[in-house]
Structures are given as C-alpha cells and as structure tokens.
C-alpha cells in the first residue's frame, strides 16, 4: 500500500503543479518543462519520504524501487498524453467539430472546409523552434542536436517496424 500510497499521491502532486504552473503562464518550452517539474517532484519527494520515514515499515529499498518505478510509468504516461492534447492536432480538431455538432452531426463537406482553416503545419514548426528542435538559417529550418537525436530514434523504430510510408 505504501508504494501506491507514495507514487500516486507524488504523481498527483506533479500533476497539480503542472496544472497550476500552466494557468498561471505557460512556459517557453513546453516539452522540457514538464520532464524537468516531474524529475524534480520525484527526486524530492522520495527523497523526503526516504529522509522521513514516512513508509519505514512497509517502503524498504524494493518498495522504494516499485514506488519510483510506478511514478516513473505515470510519469511517461502522462507526458505522453499531454504532448498529444497540447498541441493542436487534426485528430483533435476532428472530435471537437463532431461533439461541437452534436445531435444534429455534421457532414463531410463541412468538416473539409473547417480543416481547410487549420495549419497544423505552422504551429508544428513554432513549436519545434521554440523547443530547441529545429534552427532557422538562411538555407531554411535544418534539425537542431535534440531534434536529430529523436528523429534518429523515430525513424530507427519505424524501420525495426518495416514502416516505410510516412505518417501513421
């Protein structure tokens, strides 16, 4: 119990924290930003918990371990959800026109010329410069070190996937 106990009520900690964080003044860059906040709760907080006692019968070093381990997969779970719902996506766009529609739904023709005004394309670029992916030069955009490094991941995946095409 201790190890739910102590991931759970840290992980709602960094959650509230975000949340706050986020309605008061969104950072400059929304990717890292949440990483670094969560590292942060979880070096403080176990290491508060560690110090305290708080856990000392039940939270050994395994049950320190599962705790870490179980905040840890919240954690990447959550990032995970959040890079896809901060960002405005056609998926997104998609659900909130239909629920928007409601009862009396909405055709086909509409949701085109609704997603014709959207550029994804844009904000995906701001985001990646403001993010430290991406570099303006006079050539054009090229990939910054962090954006190679993880489009190298990407599409070393993709590969040992076979997928060939792109999107999806």
Not at 75 to 97: G, H, K, Q
Not at 141 to 153: E, I, P, V
Request: net charge positive.
């Amino acid at each position: 119990m201790a190890v739910f106990l102590s991931a759970f009520g840290l992980f709602a900690v960094a959650l509230v924290v975000h949340l706050v964080w986020w309605r008061l003044k969104v950072p400059h860059r929304q990717s890292l930003t949440p990483v670094t906040l969560f590292l942060t709760i979880a070096v403080c907080g176990f290491a508060l918990i560690n110090a305290t006692d708080l856990f000392s019968v039940q939270l050994a070093v395994p049950g320190l371990l599962l705790a870490i381990l179980l905040f840890g997969s919240l954690c990447v779970l959550y990032l995970i959800l959040f890079s896809a719902l901060e960002a405005d996506s056609p998926s997104l766009t998609l659900v909130w026109l239909i629920a928007d529609a409601g009862r009396r739904g909405v055709h086909g023709d509409e949701l085109m010329r609704a997603m014709e005004q959207h550029s994804y394309v844009q904000n995906r670029i701001d985001q990646m410069i403001r993010d430290g992916m991406a570099v303006e030069t006079d050539a054009g955009l090229r990939l910054a070190s962090q954006g190679f490094w993880l489009s190298s991941l990407v599409l070393l995946y993709r590969k040992m996937l076979a997928r060939r095409h792109l999107g999806g």
